[in-house]
C-alpha cells in the first residue's frame, strides 16, 4: 500500500509539473516546485502502513513516518528537476551524443544545487531552533544558580541561628540576625568613610603645599619685578639726567616712558592674578574648612599676599610719578626746542647777529629746568 500511495503521488506531482511547464516560465517553474517541496516537507505527516522491509506486527513512530516522507519529498523533487532540465534542454533541438553527457552532468549539478539549497534552509531552521533552545538552557541554569544561591543562604542562616542558641523562637533569630547585618553594614560605612575622610586630607594637604609653592612663586618673581623697577628707576633718573645736559635726546625719554608704562601693565596684571588666586585660595578654603592648621595656614597666605599687595601699590605710585616726570621733562624741551628754533629764525632774519640778552634769558630756562628735573629726581 505505501508503494501504491508514494507512486501515485509521484504520477499527480509529474501531472503537476507538465501542468506548470506549459503554464510558466524555467525560473517561475523552479521556485514554485521549490516552494512546493519544502513547503510539503514541513507539514505533519497523516498516518500511513508501515512498508518496506518492516514487519507487519512491528508498529513504526511517529518520528520514522516523518523520517520516510522527507526522503520520498527529497527524491521526488530531484526526479522533478531531473526530468524538467532534461526536457529543457531537449526541447530546442536534437543535439549529438557527445554533448549528452554535458548535459547530464549540468542537470546533476543543478539538482545538487537546488538539493544543497533546501538542505541549507532546513539547517538554518535547525539552528535557529537550536539557539532559542540554549537560551533556554541558559535560562533554566540561571534559575537553578538563583535556587542554589538562595539555598546556602538559607542554610547559612540556619546555621547562624544554631551557633547563636536562639532555637527557642526561630523569629527572634531572624530578627537578631538582620539587627546584627544591619550593625556590620554600618560598621562598614563608618570605616568606608573615614577612610574617605582621610583622602580628602591628604588631598587638602597636597593642595595646601601647591599653594605654598604658588606663593614662592609668586613671592620669586615680585622679587624679580622690584629689582626690574629699581633697575628702571636708575635708567630713568640717568636719561633725564642726560636728556638735561643735551637737547636731543627725546627718543630715549619716550623709550623709557614705554617702558614703564609696559611695567605698569604688567605690575597690574601681576596684581590680578593675585587677586584671582586669593579668591581660588578663599573657595577652596570654603570646600576643606575640615581643620584648624589648613585655616590658619590659609590666612597667613591671605595676610602675604595683602602685604605684597600694598608693596606693588607703592611701587606702581612711584612708577606714576616717575611718569609723569617724563612727561613734564617732554612737554618743557618741547617748549624750549621752540624758543630756539624761534631765535635762530631772529637770527637769520638779522644777518646771523643775535642780541646776549636771548642767550642769555635761554640759558637761565635751561638751567632752572635742569634744578627742576634734579629736584623731582631727589623726591623720586
Not at 55 to 63: E, H, K
Not at 273 to 288: N, W, Y
Not at 338 to 359: M, P, Y
Request: charged content about 30%; overall charge negative; some cysteine.
Amino acid at each position: 500500500l505505501s508503494r501504491a500511495l508514494s507512486a501515485r503521488t509521484a504520477l499527480i506531482d509529474h501531472a503537476q509539473l507538465i501542468s506548470l511547464i506549459s503554464i510558466t516560465t524555467p525560473g517561475q517553474l523552479q521556485d514554485v516546485t521549490m516552494d512546493s517541496s519544502y513547503a510539503m516537507s514541513h507539514r505533519s505527516p497523516p498516518f500511513q502502513l508501515s512498508g518496506g522491509n518492516t514487519s507487519p506486527g512491528q508498529v513504526r513512530s511517529i518520528r520514522e513516518h516523518d523520517e520516510q516522507l522527507n526522503d520520498l519529498r527529497k527524491e521526488n523533487f530531484n526526479l522533478k528537476l531531473r526530468i524538467y532540465f532534461m526536457e529543457e534542454k531537449n526541447s530546442p533541438t536534437n543535439l549529438p551524443e557527445s554533448s549528452e553527457s554535458l548535459i547530464k552532468e549540468n542537470v546533476d549539478l543543478k539538482v545538487q544545487a537546488e538539493a544543497l539549497r533546501v538542505e541549507l534552509k532546513e539547517k538554518q531552521n535547525l539552528l535557529c531552533e537550536a539557539a532559542t533552545a540554549l537560551e533556554l538552557m541558559e535560562q533554566t541554569q540561571k534559575a537553578r544558580e538563583d535556587a542554589c544561591q538562595s539555598t546556602m543562604e538559607i542554610q547559612s542562616m540556619e546555621k547562624h541561628r544554631d551557633n547563636a542558641g536562639f532555637n527557642h523562637y526561630e523569629g527572634q533569630s531572624i530578627v537578631d540576625v538582620n539587627v546584627d547585618l544591619k550593625m556590620e553594614s554600618s560598621a562598614r560605612e563608618s570605616a568606608e568613610r573615614r577612610v574617605d575622610s582621610t583622602e580628602q586630607l591628604k588631598r587638602i594637604g597636597e593642595l595646601l603645599r601647591q599653594k605654598e609653592e604658588e606663593v614662592e612663586v609668586w613671592e620669586k618673581k615680585y622679587n624679580k619685578i622690584s629689582e626690574e623697577f629699581a633697575k628702571l628707576k636708575e635708567s630713568v633718573s640717568n636719561n633725564i639726567e642726560k636728556c638735561s645736559a643735551e637737547h636731543g635726546t627725546t627718543v630715549s625719554a619716550a623709550k623709557s616712558s614705554s617702558t614703564l608704562v609696559k611695567s605698569n601693565k604688567s605690575n597690574n596684571d601681576i596684581r590680578l592674578k593675585i587677586i584671582s588666586e586669593q579668591s581660588r585660595l578663599l573657595q577652596q578654603l570654603h570646600k576643606g574648612n575640615s581643620t584648624n592648621d589648613s585655616i590658619k595656614e590659609l590666612a597667613e597666605k591671605d595676610c602675604m599676599i595683602i602685604t605684597l599687595e600694598d608693596q606693588l601699590q607703592e611701587k606702581s605710585a612711584a612708577l606714576e610719578k616717575a611718569c609723569k616726570t617724563v612727561q613734564f621733562f617732554m612737554t618743557n624741551q618741547k617748549s624750549l626746542e621752540k624758543e630756539i628754533n624761534q631765535l635762530r629764525l631772529k637770527s637769520e632774519v638779522q644777518g646771523g647777529a643775535v642780541s646776549t640778552d636771548c642767550v642769555s634769558s635761554v640759558k637761565e630756562n635751561v638751567l632752572a629746568f635742569s634744578c627742576q628735573m634734579s629736584g623731582r629726581n631727589c623726591l623720586i
